[in-house]
Each structure stands twice: as C-alpha cells, then as structure tokens.
C-alpha cells in the first residue's frame, strides 16, 4: 500500500444530506452510487444519513439501487432527534445490500454523553460529538464504553470553525486516552487556507482547516508528539510543506510510513465527514497526490 492509499483509503463519509449541500435524498443516494462505482471509491466511507429519514433512505435506494449491489453500502446513521425514537427506527431498518456502519450523535455534558451511549446499539462503532472543552469529563466515558469521539471542524459560520489551539488539544486527549475519532464539517480541501464558507458566490470568507492537517497531526499525536508539534501540523497552509514518496510522507522535520499511516487510520483518526466527495478528490488531484 502506498502512503496515499494508507492515509486516504475510505478517509471520506459522504454527507451530501447535510448543509452546505443539502441535497434532498434521490440526488444524495444518487452521488454516493455513483461514486462507489468510480475510480476514486477506495476514499469513499460511509453514507451518512439521519435516523429520522431511514424510510425516506429505503425508498430512494430501492428506486435508484439494486438489492444485488456490486459494491455493498454502508451507512452510518446519524441519531439527532429523540434516542429512544432513533433507537426505534434503527432496530426496524433492514436493507438487502446496505450495512451499517455505526451511529453518531451529539451530547452537551458528561451525564449526556452517559445516556447516549447506554441508549445506541454497542453492534457498531457509537460517535459522540461534543464541545471540545468537555473533553476531560467525556473522554473517560467514551473510553470506558469502547465508544468513539466526533470533532466539528467547520461549518457554514466562520464561528463556526475551532481554534488550531482546541483542534490540537483534543487530538492530544484522545491520543492521551486512546479513543478513536472521525471529524466533520469544513474539511473539503486538503491543506489549510482561506476558502468560501458555502458555494453561493457572496459566500464570506473565512480561514478553514484542512483534511491533511487534521490527519497528519492526529499522527502525531498519536505516535506521541507534544502540543508545539501537532499545532504547527495544523497551522501549515503552504501546499508544498507536505510531500508524498511512493510510501512515506514528509513535512517539517517529521516523516510517516504507510504502515504508521495504516495503523493511525485504522485505530485512530477514523475518517472526516463531507457533503462534498468531488471537491476534496479534485483537490488533491490538483496537488498531484492522486
């Protein structure tokens, strides 16, 4: 496995669904189906879609997909409504060539997080989202449980966008506690810069992350690196700071093979969510990592 192929394999859940996008569930079933055909589909992950629309999902897969796929879906469902409704409409789902993934869901403290998980099937992989500041209350919790950290990474707001400073932090604690994350939002292209919020053409401005910052950095994090390393990984926006050889892939004074990537991505830093799977493939393609 080369080192792209170690850093970039099923690195993007497809989050067509959510804004800035929004598309409505024919065209998103229809985005994911066919870029699980392309030549780009070994960095596509999970279809992401919320457990309120499960039969809204089955209707337009059944319509736009077949029950015998040649490449099976998976989708990991998103719980933001009422538990106890979204446990229900998750144990009545049932799809011939669709597997889940895992579930993912938002908790505002501790005791939150607590009944989240105790309410989410343990058959899969359990997100929590929450503020990154709850981080030494929450983390304990996710761990004790096997569960799995979820970190906002941008939005449509540029309020919206953490600090390098709270990314860096919480890539440390979880590598501190050993618990797995996926992040969301804002990661659309892969070093960081100044990009429009959304597509509308008075988007404003703002500076957002990048996908190779935040993965790169979770590496480091995660073989041990102390803060001042991890924050200048995010920090970088030079697009000729990263460099990819056939199997390793260098930046500052810090070099990574496929193996350490393959073993980050795969125990760690799980994937980042996205509405878009064109825009981050064309950039890197842009990039000459593709």
Known sequence: MS????????????????????????????????????????????????????????????????????????ISIVCAGELASDARSIDSFQEGAVFLAGFETKATGAQAADQALAALPTSHPRYIEFDPESAPAILPIL????????????????????????????????????????????????????HP??????????????????????????????????????????????TLDDDLIRWHDHTLTSDQLEQVRRTFAISFGSCSFDEPVAALRKLEWL
């Open 143 to 194: 761990a004790a449980n096997g569960a799995r950290a979820k970190l906002r990474t941008g939005g449509v707001t540029s309020e919206a966008i953490p600090p390098v400073e709270t990314v860096a932090q919480f890539l440390l604690a979880c590598a501190r506690e050993r618990v797995p994350f996926k992040a969301t939002a804002g990661l659309h292209l892969p070093v960081r810069g100044e």
């Open 3 to 74: 080192a792209s192929e170690a850093l970039l394999q099923h690195i993007i859940d497809y989050a067509g669904l959510f804004p800035p996008a929004s598309l409505d569930m024919k065209a998103a079933v229809a985005n994911y189906q066919n870029n699980l055909g392309g030549d780009d589909a070994w960095m596509l992950g999970n279809f992401l879609v919320p457990a309120a629309r499960l039969d809204e999902f089955r209707q337009a897969f059944e319509s736009i997909c077949c029950s015998e796929q040649e490449h099976p879906w998976t």
């Open 197 to 242: 919020l959304t597509e509308d053409p008075a988007s404003p401005v703002a500076t957002m992350h990048g996908f190779l910052n935040v993965f790169l950095a979770a590496a480091l994090a995660c073989f041990g690196s102390e803060q001042p390393a991890v924050t200048r990984t995010l920090s970088e926006t030079d697009l000729g700071a990263f």
